[in-house]
C-alpha cells in the first residue's frame, strides 16, 4: 500500500498504447467518412502521421484494425444482454431492457456500431467473420432465449420460431446504422421507448371499439413516455 505521506503514484499509458489508441481513433473517422472498403491502410497511416510500414507494428491489416474498434463494442452488447437474462424479470421488462442494451451502444459509441453494421462487411470479410462468429452466435442464442422463456411464461405471444422475432427485432435495432445521428435523430430513449412500445403493443390502435385481440399479448396502458413513431 502507498505511504499516507505520499500520493500514490498514477501509471502512464504506455507509449504503443497511445500509439494504438491513436491509430483506431483516426480509422473510426475514416472508417465512418470513406466505408470500410474504400479505406486503404496508407489513408489510416496518412492520417496518423506515420508510415504504411510503421502501422504494421500496430496492425498487420483494416480487418485486424476492424477488429479492435468494434470488438469492445460487441462484448459490450453480449455482457449485456447476460445480465438481463439473468435478471428475476417478467419477459417484458427484459425485453425492454434488452432493447436499451442493444440501442445504447448507437448513443454511447455511434462510429464503432455504425462503420461495422451499415456495410455489410460481416457477409463479405471472412476473417471477420471467423473471428466475430462466436460472440454473435452466442448474442443471437441469448435473444431467441428471451423469446422462448417469454412464450413459456405466457408473457409473450407464440407468432412464430423464436429465432426469427429475435433476428426481427435485431434486425429493426440495427437498422439505426442506416439513420441515427446522435446530434440530430431523436433522443435515444424516445427511440428506445418507441421500439419497444411497437414490440409490445403492435400498431393496432388501442380504443374501447377496438381491444386487443388474442393475437397479441394484453398490454395495458401504453407508456406515455413511448412518443411517436420514428422514421
Request: positive net charge; aromatic residues 8%; proline residues 6%.
Amino acid at each position: 500500500m502507498p505511504s499516507p505521506d505520499k500520493p500514490a503514484v498514477v501509471a502512464k499509458p504506455r507509449k504503443s498504447a497511445l500509439r494504438r489508441e491513436e491509430i483506431l481513433r483516426h480509422a473510426t473517422a475514416l472508417f465512418d467518412r470513406k466505408g470500410y472498403a474504400n479505406t486503404s491502410l496508407d489513408d489510416v497511416a496518412q492520417a496518423v502521421g506515420i508510415k504504411r510500414e510503421a502501422l504494421y507494428y500496430y496492425y498487420r491489416s483494416r480487418t485486424e484494425i476492424l477488429i479492435a474498434i468494434i470488438g469492445p463494442q460487441t462484448s459490450g452488447l453480449v455482457d449485456g444482454l447476460r445480465d438481463v437474462l439473468a435478471k428475476d424479470l417478467p419477459a417484458r421488462e427484459k425485453l425492454h431492457m434488452a432493447i436499451r442494451n442493444h440501442l445504447k451502444r448507437f448513443d454511447r459509441h455511434c462510429l464503432e456500431m455504425t462503420i461495422f453494421l451499415r456495410d455489410g462487411v460481416m457477409g463479405t470479410n471472412e476473417e471477420l467473420h471467423l473471428a466475430m462468429r462466436r460472440v454473435w452466435k452466442d448474442y443471437e442464442a441469448m435473444w431467441t432465449r428471451l423469446i422462448d422463456e417469454g412464450k413459456a411464461s405466457g408473457e409473450l405471444a407464440d407468432l412464430g420460431d423464436s429465432k426469427m422475432i429475435a433476428f426481427g427485432i435485431q434486425g429493426m435495432c440495427n437498422w439505426l446504422a442506416r439513420w441515427y445521428n446522435p446530434r440530430k435523430s431523436a433522443p435515444i430513449d424516445s427511440i428506445i421507448d418507441t421500439y419497444f412500445a411497437m414490440l409490445n403493443l403492435g400498431l393496432q390502435p388501442r380504443t374501447p371499439e377496438l381491444p386487443s385481440t388474442g393475437s397479441t399479448p394484453s398490454a395495458g396502458k401504453r407508456n406515455p413516455k413511448a412518443g411517436p413513431l420514428v422514421h
